[in-house]
């Protein structure tokens, strides 16, 4: 499994992190206990970056024989603490790019919503990491929960706003309330990923697969009810071991397919630019591959031996006999991060492999 069945996949994502600077000391902030890591270095090559991006499209369309719909989301830290962050999303919306927000409420002013809108930003996420007590204590900010609610209720109309969890055994008990909760007040869009043991969570417990699979069950059950009683509030599946728990219920049969279709879009249609330029695989582990703007991103997308790494399920443990490889391969960076090198298994998926 070299790349992706493109015919499946005609996007290709950048996670863009635009600064280091933050005004929260999240509890598992992958950056650490500093913010001052390369806090604006990338604003003054952003020009260059922004071509390097144009030339990747370029190179990738000729390459696959088809268009590809050229998505950047831009986050931080803050990404709009960017001391240029309204010159980057005007250029990137003059290039045509497809523009989605990983940002903090409070810095979401009338006039940066404005700004959104005028350079056709369409989604922001928040995060929010358990009820009022949980999510402000693991956030490190008084208020802060209820700042990230009155501020997604307030702007569902104008954009498409998605709330985030990172679960850890911090909150995951949390989570069942916590969606009972945000369907209570009218929330539309939630979603969760795990911890990477990574930053400051590099010494926070490893949830057992036992456990996770429990809490997606639970999960389920809540969201077959949020259906029967017609609810607007839409659960995510970032979550690759979904497609395993949706297989065991019955309601996923095992693909054909011999490429990937689904499952982790990181080296095969995502990269990540950190702020000092870095390019990376995935942010939530190590897997730096080059540096822009020196280094041509496609050459580091086809021919990087870390990005090859993430497209050959042959060398994931237990991934590589699972009949569910093309729709899952869990979360490279879970168990890269937990283990220390890339090629670990997914140390929450529950699955008992067999050749």
């Given amino acids: 499994m070299r790349l992706i069945d493109h015919r499946y996949r005609r996007g290709f994502t950048f996670q863009w992190h635009l600064t280091s600077k933050c005004g929260y ?33 370029t190179d990738l ?46 810095t979401v002013t009338a006039e940066k919503i404005e700004l959104l809108k005028r350079h056709r930003v369409r989604s922001i996420q928040f995060s929010v990491d358990g009820l009022k007590e949980t999510h402000d204590g693991i956030r490190g ?5 209820e700042q990230t609610i009155e501020k997604t209720l307030r702007l569902q109309g104008q954009f498409t706003i998605n709330l985030m969890a990172t679960i850890s055994r911090e909150n995951i008990d949390e989570m069942v309330p916590l969606i009972t909760y945000l369907d209570a007040v009218g929330v539309q869009r939630f979603d969760f990923a795990r911890v990477s043991f990574l930053g400051n969570a590099s010494t926070m417990e490893c949830l057992t697969p036992e456990a996770y699979r429990s809490f997606l ?40 397919e011999k490429t990937a279709q689904t499952g982790c879009p990181c080296g095969f249609t995502s990269l990540t630019i950190l702020p000092d330029g870095e390019v990376h695989v ?59 090198h890339l090629g670990r ?6 699955r008992i492999v067999m050749p």
């Avoid at 050229?70 to 497809?98: A, K, N, Q, W």
């Avoid at 009810?225 to 219920?249: C, Q, V």
């Fill in 217 to 256: 069950s639970d999960i389920f059950d809540l969201e077959r009810s949020l259906i029967d009683r017609n609810s607007a509030l839409t659960i995510g599946k970032k979550d690759n071991l979904w497609r395993l728990l949706y297989h065991e219920k019955g309601l996923l049969p095992l693909p054909r």
């Fill in 61 to 106: 369309e000729t390459h696959f024989g088809h268009p590809f719909g050229r998505y950047v989301v831009l986050t931080g830290g803050d990404p709009l603490l960017c001391d240029r962050f309204d010159t980057i999303v005007s250029r990137l919306d003059g290039l045509g790019f497809r523009i989605g927000l990983l940002g903090c409420p409070d």
């Fill in 141 to 145: 900010k008084p208020g802060s929960f």
């Fill in 25 to 57: 000391r999240c509890a598992h902030c992958y950056d650490g206990p500093s913010t001052d890591r390369a806090a604006a270095a990338v604003v003054g090559d952003a020009e260059a970056i922004i071509q390097r991006l144009v030339a990747f499209y």
């Fill in 345 to 350: 298994r997914d140390p929450q998926c529950w």
């Fill in 282 to 340: 995935c942010r939530r582990c190590d897997s730096k591959v080059g540096t822009l703007p020196d280094d041509d991103i496609f050459h580091l997308y086809l021919n990087s031996k870390i990005t090859k790494q993430f497209r050959d399920v042959s060398r994931i443990e237990g991934c590589s006999i699972c009949r569910l490889r093309t729709v899952c391969r869990g979360c490279p960076a879970v168990g890269a991060s937990r283990y220390g």
